[in-house]
T-cell receptor
Framework: SQTIHQWPATLVQPVGSPLSLECTVEGTSNPNLYWYRQAAGRGLQLLFY??????ISSEVPQNLSASRPQDRQFILSSKKLLLSDSGFYLC????????????FGPGTRLTVL | DQQVKQNSPSLSVQEGRISILNCDYTNSMFDYFLWYKKYPAEGPTFLIS?????DKNEDGRFTVFLNKSAKHLSLHIVPSQPGDSAVYFC????????????FGAGTILRVKS
């Protein structure tokens, strides 16, 4: 069966520090991968998606970047965090072409102080 | 511009009664709709979906209704249970946009025992 992992689960970082969040998927190959952010009291906002290794599409201009160095690994990064980067970051995957349902990881709670 | 709207931030229902969660959308290109359930500090869990070629889909206690002319969908939970208390997100996608999900802001459901 397929599983999706995210780490760390929680993170507290000072403003201006770098960020690296990791997402890995098991039990599937060539998945579409997605990064979302949920700000406090808000819905889920799509940040990046990837249809393959090295292929990244950005949905909104922001202080973050994404990379996909391996088929089942998706990384969210920042060189210098802002206070507004605080939120709950979720990774999701779709395993089959033509399937709309995305399956989410457990999320990372990021607090920037 | 919010393409998917959940106008009720919260809903309180007695155990055993019906819960009705509503969602409106503006983009007529949306052709697939999903409902997710989310507990605090966890990733959303897929609940049920419906294609635009249908007007109803049922799975156990959960039924989703789609009214394309009104651009409105609803999730019915019958009977409601305390374990159903969570945030419910409506999402929509369009094949023409690569099936990327657009989420509503969510509705907090509280089922009282």
């Amino acid at each position: 069966s397929q599983t999706i992992h995210q780490w760390p689960a929680t993170l507290v970082q000072p403003v201006g520090s770098p960020l690296s969040l990791e997402c890995t998927v098991e039990g599937t190959s060539n998945p579409n991968l997605y990064w979302y952010r949920q700000a406090a009291g808000r819905g889920l906002q799509l940040l990046f998606y990837s249809v393959g290794i090295g292929q990244i599409s950005s949905e909104v201009p922001q202080n973050l970047s994404a990379s996909r160095p391996q088929d089942r690994q998706f990384i969210l990064s920042s060189k210098k965090l802002l206070l507004s980067d605080s939120g709950f970051y979720l990774c999701a995957w779709v395993g089959l072409a033509g399937v709309n349902e995305q399956f989410f990881g457990p999320g990372t709670r990021l607090t920037v102080l | 511009d919010q393409q998917v709207k959940q106008n009720s931030p919260s809903l309180s229902v007695q155990e055993g009664r019906i819960s009705i969660l509503n969602c409106d959308y503006t983009n007529s290109m949306f052709d697939y709709f999903l409902w997710y359930k989310k507990y605090p500090a966890e990733g959303p869990t897929f609940l049920i979906s419906i294609s635009s070629i249908k007007d109803k889909n049922e799975d156990g206690r959960f039924t989703v209704f789609l009214n394309k002319s009104a651009k409105h969908l609803s999730l019915h939970i019958v009977p409601s249970q305390p374990g159903d208390s969570a945030v419910y997100f409506c999402a929509a996608s369009a094949a023409i946009s690569g099936n990327k999900l657009v989420f509503g802001a969510g509705t907090i459901l509280r089922v009282k025992s």
